[in-house]
């Protein structure tokens, strides 16, 4: 079976800091993808990031950068000088084997304060 | 290129009511999910459509749920009756490929409390 750990329910963070959220996943498949989505207030969920498990390379994109570690079973997320308008629940999911659907993390909601 | 279109955003009924929800996919995205977010919870899929055809709704209740996709466009989601439990968003996302390994595109929602 396939899950997904969130385990900050919250965090606050104040404006120009740097936040990581955490992610760990639990799947035997060895073929599997793991996701980043956005929630702002608005309600949908807007794609961040997809990565395979046979590519263990860090993304960065402008703030954001991922750190992909197979051995930790982990896929953190880091935005770097956190503005207010990235206050939002972030969500971590994964597809895996031959069911392949996404499952996602309970969410953690991240509040930037100016 | 428009998003996900959903509607209502809003509903509030009593508990045995029925409800239904509607959603228009991106264009040309063949298919379509319908999930369930309870507060403080991610979202959990309840049917995924390819087409008009059923993919999987193994997580539908189906004593109180329906969904449909007739002409493979938009999707109407249904529950009758209601129950308290069943107060969450829905979600509907829309993909180009029938493949969990790609992203989705994800409406608004509509929220739904049950009284």
């Known amino acids: 079976a396939q899950k997904v750990t969130q385990a900050q329910t919250e965090i606050s963070v104040v404006e120009k800091e740097d936040v990581t959220l955490d992610c760990v996943y639990e799947?035997?498949?060895?073929?599997?993808?793991l996701f980043w989505y956005k929630q702002p207030p608005s309600g949908e969920l807007v794609f961040l990031i997809r990565?395979?498990?046979?590519?263990?390379q860090n993304e960065i994109s402008g703030r954001y950068s991922w750190n992909f570690q197979k051995s930790t079973s982990s896929f953190n997320f880091t935005i770097t000088a956190s503005q207010v308008v990235d206050s939002a629940v972030y969500f971590c999911?994964?597809?895996?084997?031959?069911?392949?659907?996404?499952?996602f993390g309970a969410g953690t909601i991240l509040r930037v304060k100016s | 290129e428009a998003g996900v279109a959903q509607s209502p955003r809003y509903k509030i009924i009593e508990k045995r009511q029925s409800v239904a929800f509607w959603c228009n996919p991106i264009?040309?995205?063949?298919?379509l999910y319908w999930y369930q977010q309870i507060l403080g919870q991610g979202p959990k899929l309840l049917i995924q459509?390819?087409?008009?055809?059923?993919?999987?709704d193994s997580q539908l209740p189906k004593d109180r749920f329906s969904a449909e996709r007739l002409k493979g466009v938009d999707s109407t989601l249904k529950i009758q009756p209601a129950k308290l439990e069943d107060s969450a968003v829905y979600l509907c996302?829309?993909?180009?490929?029938?493949?969990?390994?790609?992203?989705?595109?994800f409406g608004p929602g509509t929220r739904l409390t049950v009284t």
């Open positions: 999911a994964l597809s895996a084997g031959a069911e392949g659907k996404l499952v």
């Open positions: 264009s040309g995205h063949a298919t």
């Open positions: 459509f390819q087409n008009n055809g059923v993919v999987d």
């Open positions: 996302a829309s993909s180009l490929v029938a493949s969990f390994s790609y992203e989705q595109y």
């Open positions: 990565r395979n498990s046979f590519d263990e």
């Open positions: 799947t035997r498949d060895t073929t599997y993808y």
